[in-house]
């Protein structure tokens, strides 16, 4: 064997030897360092609902959201989701999340305006802001800082997590040719909607949406608005009222909510929370696309195969719900004074936000379908 072999058998050697205790070094020290977060620790979320399972729209939107949430955390937050009556009744999902029982819900906040008036704000107030309006407000006009403010009163956390769009006036038994009409009707409408009908001398009931149907077929009671027409074709309330009114004066925009416990909000990382919003947020969008998506056909069908009758809602009623309008406005801001910011900043918010889109994209609407053919 030469001597330059000789070398380079000793170098090979060497250089072996180096990396097998390079190697354990390398092992040693990467065993100081935590292992990554494969299997993540299990978070329990019981969501509870104001909506029957797998109602159009509502019901099949929060259950929606509740797998999206699980699906998008990989697992880690383990979604038991409840419809109305598993759990708590469609009303009591506020304070059975409040009280820790269950950690999350989804509903409208303004199943609880009797705790606070500033609730209804949070999902439709009458003459309140469109879909678009109210997501302006909420995102970047100061509505959510105060929803956080108002909901942690409660223990809550809460934020938008779908919309219905503009929801119809409602279903008669009788036609509603003047605000007179109106004097005597029990109907069914929840919310500051509510308390406008009562000064126009209609009494106003609260029914959670599984309720409905039977008390309208009974005579319980003789009017109700429930969303639009997808929804109000599932309820079959044509095969108890004739009239079907337009436009809503008392829902212009309904926003759902999710609302979570603020404690365990309060234990969330940053990117948990983050988790949530997002999901929120996809399903606001989402929810509204397919109500739009699905309205229009389901009017058709109510009116060619049901035989509805469509009626709208005059002027002269329209002023009339302005003027009950101001004098629940003027009560309401009277409960508090977080009640009369929240009023405050969502008048503002409506007064700048709508003049644009009126400028805009109403006029758009309106010479667009003026020249096109159908």
Request: net charge negative; aromatic share 12%.
């Amino acid at each position: 064997m030469s001597k330059s072999t000789t070398k380079r058998m000793k170098r090979r050697d060497f250089m072996k030897a180096g990396a097998v205790a390079g190697g354990g070094a390398a092992v040693a020290a990467a065993s100081s360092f935590p292992a990554p977060a494969v299997a993540q620790e299990r978070v329990d979320i019981a969501i509870v609902s104001s909506w029957p399972r797998d109602f159009p729209g509502l019901g099949t939107g929060a259950q929606r959201f509740a797998q999206s949430v699980a699906d998008a955390s990989d697992g880690k937050f383990q979604i038991t989701y409840f419809a109305a009556g598993e759990r708590v009744g469609a009303f009591d999902v506020f304070d059975e999340v409040a009280s820790g029982n269950s950690q999350g819900y989804h509903a409208a906040d303004y199943y609880a305006t009797g705790k606070h008036p500033g609730f209804a704000y949070y999902s439709a107030v009458p003459f309140g802001m469109t879909p678009a309006e109210i997501n302006a407000w909420l995102y970047f006009g100061g509505g959510q800082e105060l929803w956080d403010e108002l909901s942690g009163e409660f223990g809550l956390k809460a934020m938008a997590c779908g919309n219905s769009g503009g929801q119809w006036g409602g279903w008669f038994n009788k036609e509603i040719n003047a605000a007179s009409d109106l004097q005597g009707l029990k109907m069914r409408i929840p919310g500051l909607g509510g308390n406008l009908l009562s000064k126009l001398g209609a009494s106003p009931v609260s029914l959670p949406g599984g309720q409905i149907y039977e008390n309208l077929v009974s005579g319980a009671i003789d009017a109700t608005e429930w969303v639009g027409p997808w929804n109000d074709e599932a309820m079959k309330f044509y095969e108890a009222a004739r009239y079907y009114y337009y436009p809503g004066v008392h829902e212009p925009g309904t926003v759902l909510s999710f609302g979570i416990n603020a404690s365990l909000w309060g234990r969330f990382s940053r990117s948990d929370r983050a988790l949530f919003e997002a999901c929120a947020r996809a399903e606001n969008n989402t929810m509204l696309a397919e109500f739009n998506a699905k309205n229009g056909a389901a009017l058709t069908r109510l009116i060619e195969d049901q035989g509805v009758e469509l009626r709208e809602f005059s002027d002269a009623i329209y002023d009339a719900f302005a003027t009950a309008a101001d004098e629940v406005f003027e009560e309401t801001r009277q409960h508090s004074p977080l009640a009369n910011r929240i009023h405050e900043s969502f008048l503002a918010s409506r007064n700048e936000v709508s003049r644009y889109i009126e400028l805009n994209d109403v006029n758009y609407i309106q010479k667009r379908n003026a020249r096109i053919r159908r």
